[in-house]
């Protein structure tokens, strides 16, 4: 076929696709939207189906049966499995005005300019395989398609011919041109770019059909149907392999390609940008949850029988399998079929090129050029007033760039790979966005450092094991490196990495860069702490359901500022051109039924559709920067203007918690209330402290001074006389030292530092051993005790001494307080289910109800019926407090029966496997 009409018919269709941009854009300024359908978002989406799909569908079936299958059955779970996580995403991609896949991520993490600077790379490094796939497939068909028998050749995709022209090259350069023609011919402050979406849902069809007409001619033109066509393909020995799933790998692939294919309709950065950035009506997704589906079944429809029919025709021969769609209607002499096959492919990759260099660039300006530029100020700050010269430039460099990497990439290393095996290595890297992505929608704890060491090692260890070996294997590095590893380490083996072998090289690598990229993200997540941004925006993303509605009502998340609306025009003015700024501002009054007056202090909601027309300039993040700048009346650093946002953020943050939680603040308004009246209590509480310890350590000093005054003035007092006033010292001593010791032990007992020794007690014994201390007092003060224990009480948890200690203070009030004469105190114990209760009752005059509750307190004292009652210190009961509440039990007090006090303490029970060990209250 003629090069010249092959030239001259691509280079319409080209130019009806620009066109059909063209009308796109122009119906969206008017208002009148081709692209608000879900028929039209769903073939946009369809931008899936490249050459590799096109083509290598068709090579892959040829080699290996039914192995192209799993490419396509990822795609279709995400969509009618996991439709829920692609409708969180869109929504986040609405809420925060996210451009790109870079720009998501950045996002999430604290709007970090050094992860989107990564990401980007990542993504240009990583689709540099997948355009040289396209670029591949157009060149090879080109050449194919002219060099047809009978037909002289001007052109070569090997740089051989009447010209010597690389065909490669040239379309390599044809599709730049148009790239910048669709993208930058100016920069769009809408966040749709509708007339691109337009284009690229045309193209689906125009590749769709172009397919179907090839599988009708070679299914029912060449045979007589599907019965026939595979009649025939079971009748020959050297076709079984097309109706299985592969070798003994094929499993395993199988699941590898699945995997891979599901985060692939969501992780290319082409995917991204149409799925969830060119999103325009969430309801959309509705319909493309199965139609999308049915697309890739119907395009997939006739691919075994392509294949069969390829591989029957030029049975014997060395004929490319990948280009069978293109080379059995040239073998039947279909030159039309063939001219409408090529544009079909044509299609299908430049819609691929178009919209990865379109998104790319917008990448590489929005997260690379533009933040170190803006932070540099190499943008010449207020000298230079329009920049919008400057960012488009800036993409179209770009495009340009990323279009010869890809032919670069082709030259080195894809000339000896089959367009299946580029587009997973594509694949392979595209993944390593998955989990920063779908862990970050999910987990508030994933953490900036973490995305960023997960998705290092991930992509290092991609392009050890994938990237590397392509190059190696294309005689650009010593082939070697793959066989025997660098320098002969067997255990650095790319293919055979740390020694794990039986894989196939997907898997294989596909297994080692998750495992670094999942670990390395969770354990620094975990390891690290989220500085304030990354904790809003992880909640903004985690929680972006309930986020929304309060969006809408807010109208907008900015602070209140005091920029008017010129500086604000003349910002965005700056960045997209003052024509387009104008119109968009003034549109927005017309919308809204308001007068813009020059020097009026712009609101929020101007504030807000700022940052829209901004955003699909230079990024979300970058152009929240700049609206911030002029909201505080001046040009800042970026560090300044986040420090802004982090306060900002924060605040917003709390007023949405204070207004959804009214009643936990109504609640805690009363434990407030009630706590100041326990303060109140406790500041009552702490003189009565203040005075009782004067009192109680003046009284004994006071004694021991004056007996030890008459006794060192007087020394002539007789014997008897001495003995007893050092009797009195002695006496008033000990009642000290037993004061200090109280408050140090109930001290030690508050703070958590008391040393027990718990274990096994028999209570019985505990119980005979205090009342056995106490025989001497119950004989001075001739009262009448007595114990009822029931026998076989089980061993309880607790530690001795201290057991002890609660029993003699118990006994020993109950012997003060009881009648006397006539004093009466009772012992008993109780066994329950799972302690034992110990009481201990007197006759005497009993505690008031009001006084029941605060017995228990530090040196309360109740006041008796008679002040000669005898007094203490007031902290033998709240030490029992601590203690019984260390044991685990509770201690009480109620009314006796014969009307005097009973107080009541348990104590659990020993578990059997618990052996006595010393245990610290810390």
Not at 670 to 679: D, G, H, P, S, V
Not at 766 to 774: F, N, P, R, T
Request: glycine share 8%.
């Amino acid at each position: 076929m003629s090069g010249g009409l092959v030239i001259s018919v691509s280079f319409m269709y080209l130019g009806l696709i620009f066109a059909i941009a063209y009308y796109g854009d122009i119906r969206a300024e008017q208002g009148r939207s081709l692209t608000k359908n879900p028929y039209i978002y769903t073939l946009s989406i369809a931008v899936f189906c490249t050459s590799w799909t096109f083509y290598g569908s068709v090579g892959r079936a040829a080699t290996s049966g039914l192995g192209f299958l799993p490419i396509y059955l990822g795609p279709t779970l995400m969509f009618m499995v996991w439709s829920v996580v692609l409708v969180k995403i869109i929504r986040i991609c609405k809420v925060n005005r996210i451009t790109s896949i870079a720009d998501f991520i950045s996002s999430r993490f604290g709007k970090s300019s050094t992860l989107g600077g990564l990401v980007t790379i990542i993504a240009v490094i990583g689709t540099m395989p997948y355009i040289s796939l396209q670029l591949k497939s157009i060149a090879t068909s080109f050449t194919i398609l002219v060099n047809a028998p009978g037909e002289p050749s001007m052109w070569s995709s090997n740089g051989e011919g009447i010209f010597a022209m690389d065909t490669t090259f040239m379309v390599a350069l044809t599709l730049a041109m148009f790239s910048i023609l669709f993208g930058t011919r100016h920069i769009d402050a809408s966040e749709h770019h509708e007339g691109l979406v337009a284009a690229i849902a045309f193209e689906s069809v125009v590749k769709l059909f172009a397919f179907l007409a090839v599988g009708i001619f070679v299914t029912y033109g060449i045979n007589d149907g599907f019965v026939d066509l595979f009649s025939k393909a079971q009748a020959r020995t050297d076709l079984d392999f097309v109706f299985n799933i592969g070798n003994d790998t094929g499993y395993s692939q199988w699941m590898t390609m699945t995997i891979l294919s599901m985060a692939a309709i969501i992780c290319l950065p082409r995917q991204f940008y149409i799925t969830a950035v060119e999103n325009a009506d969430e309801g959309h997704l509705r319909k493309a949850v199965w139609l999308f589906p049915l697309y890739l079944l119907i395009i997939n429809l006739f691919v075994l029988p392509i294949a069969v029919g390829g591989k029957m025709t030029f049975a014997g021969t060395s004929a490319d399998a990948d280009m069978f769609v293109l080379t059995v209607p040239i073998f039947h002499d279909q030159g039309a079929l063939a001219l409408f096959v090529f544009i079909g492919g044509l299609s299908a990759a430049s819609s691929m090129v178009i919209v990865a260099a379109i998104a790319l660039s917008t990448m590489v300006c929005n997260n690379i050029v533009m933040p170190i530029l803006l932070r540099m100020h190499w943008t010449g700050g207020e000298e230079r007033r329009d920049l919008s010269g400057l960012l488009l430039l800036i993409r179209r460099a770009s495009i340009v760039v990323i279009l010869f990497l890809g032919y670069g990439y082709f030259r080195i290393a894809s000339e000896s790979h089959s367009l299946v095996t580029i587009g997973l290595v594509s694949f392979s890297a595209a993944a390593q966005f998955a989990p920063a992505i779908f862990i970050g929608i999910f987990w508030k704890g994933a953490s900036r450092n973490g995305a960023l060491v997960g998705l290092l090692l991930g992509f290092l260890i991609w392009v050890y094991t994938l990237l590397l070996p392509s190059f190696a294997q294309s005689g650009w590095l010593p082939i070697s490196f793959i066989e025997n590893g660098p320098y002969g380490i067997a255990f650095l083996k790319p293919y055979a990495l740390f020694g794990l072998e039986g894989l196939d090289r997907l898997t294989h690598a596909l297994l080692w860069s998750m495992f670094f990229n999942i670990g390395g993200f969770i354990v620094i997540s975990l390891r690290s702490q989220q500085g304030a941004m990354e904790r809003i925006q992880g909640t903004l993303f985690v929680d972006v359901f309930l986020h929304t509605e309060e969006q809408k009502e807010s109208g907008s998340r900015y602070w209140s500022g005091s920029a008017t609306i010129t500086d604000l025009q003349e910002l965005v003015g700056r960045f997209v051109g003052d024509r387009r700024a104008a119109q968009a501002f003034h549109r927005f009054a017309q919308e809204n039924n308001i007068q813009l007056n020059k020097t009026t202090i712009a609101d929020s909601a101007l504030l807000d559709h700022a940052e829209t027309l901004l955003a699909g300039a230079i990024g979300s993040a970058t152009a929240r920067v700049m609206i911030g700048s002029v909201v505080k009346g001046e040009i800042v650093g970026l560090d300044d203007v986040y420090q802004i946002l982090d306060e900002t953020s924060q605040v917003i943050e709390y007023s949405r918690q204070l207004e959804t939680k009214s009643k936990e603040l109504e609640d805690t308004t009363k434990q407030l209330q009630t706590a100041n009246e326990r303060l109140k209590e406790l500041d009552e509480l702490k003189d009565d402290l203040l005075s009782t310890i004067s009192h109680e350590l003046r009284t004994p000093l006071t004694s021991i001074r004056a007996f030890s005054e008459i006794l060192s003035d007087n020394p002539e007092v007789l014997e008897e006389e001495r003995k007893r006033f050092l009797g009195v010292i002695i006496k008033e001593s000990q009642r000290l030292t037993r004061l200090i010791d109280q408050i140090l032990d109930l001290a030690k007992m508050e703070a958590g530092r008391m040393d027990w020794s718990m274990g096994k007690v028999e209570l019985v014994e505990a119980v005979e051993q205090a009342l056995a201390a106490m025989d001497g007092l119950v004989k001075e003060k001739n009262v009448e005790l007595t114990l009822t224990i029931p026998s076989g009480v089980p061993p309880v948890m607790a530690d001795r001494d201290q057991l002890v200690q609660v029993v003699i203070n118990l006994v020993s009030n109950a012997i003060k307080f009881c009648k006397h004469p006539g004093g009466k105190v009772e012992v008993s114990a109780v066994i329950r289910e799972n302690d034992v209760m110990v009481s201990v009752s007197d006759n005497g005059a009993g505690i008031l109800p009001e006084n029941q509750n605060r017995i228990f307190e530090k040196f309360h004292q109740t006041n008796q019926i008679s002040d000669q009652m005898p007094r203490g210190t007031g902290l033998g009961l709240a030490i029992c407090r601590e203690i019984i509440t260390f044991f685990g039990g509770k201690i009480w007090v109620k009314t006796a029966k014969e009307k005097g006090a009973c107080f009541l303490f348990t104590v659990p029970f020993a578990l059997p496997e618990i052996k006595t060990t010393a245990m610290s209250a810390e």
